[in-house]
Nanobody, 124 residues
Framework: QVQLVESGGGLVQAGGSLRLSCAGS????????MGWFRQAPGKEREFVAA????????YYADSVKGRFTISRDNAKNTVYLQMNRPKPEDTAVYYC?????????????????WGQGTLVTVSS
């Protein structure tokens, strides 16, 4: 069982920046493809970004491409989501996700483990 703990959420102004972190309980987090999803009030959970095990391949939702960056530090057992130039429509609970396969599998929504979520509110 892998436990994922997100942090870094909060209130940010539109056009600012915020970095989310996801720490894994397993020292072998490097063996998982990782991703971020989000769920806004009244909406379904949606894919945001995914990264493969080595950090050499990434995927993004069109709505965040060019503004958000996913990265990982396997030595620290942590995955990040750098949010630049956020918009009010980025307001949501952000969830970290892990899959024992490919980043493309995470992008498809097939997730083995979920974090508890962290709330990001973007003010206009």
């Amino acid at each position: 069982q892998v436990q994922l703990v997100e942090s870094g959420g909060g209130l940010v102004q539109a056009g600012g920046s915020l970095r989310l972190s996801c720490a894994g309980s397993e020292r072998t987090l490097s063996t998982y493809a990782m991703g971020w999803f989000r769920q806004a009030p009244g909406k379904e959970r949606e894919f945001v970004a995914a990264i493969n095990r080595s950090g050499t391949n990434t995927y993004y939702a069109d709505s965040v491409k060019g503004r958000f960056t996913i990265s990982r530090d396997n030595a620290k057992n942590t995955v990040y989501l750098q949010m630049n130039r956020p918009k009010p429509e980025d307001t949501a609970v952000y969830y970290c996700a892990a899959n024992g396969g490919l980043a493309a599998t995470v992008r498809a929504g097939r997730v083995d483990y979920w974090g508890q979520g962290t709330l990001v509110t973007v003010s206009s």
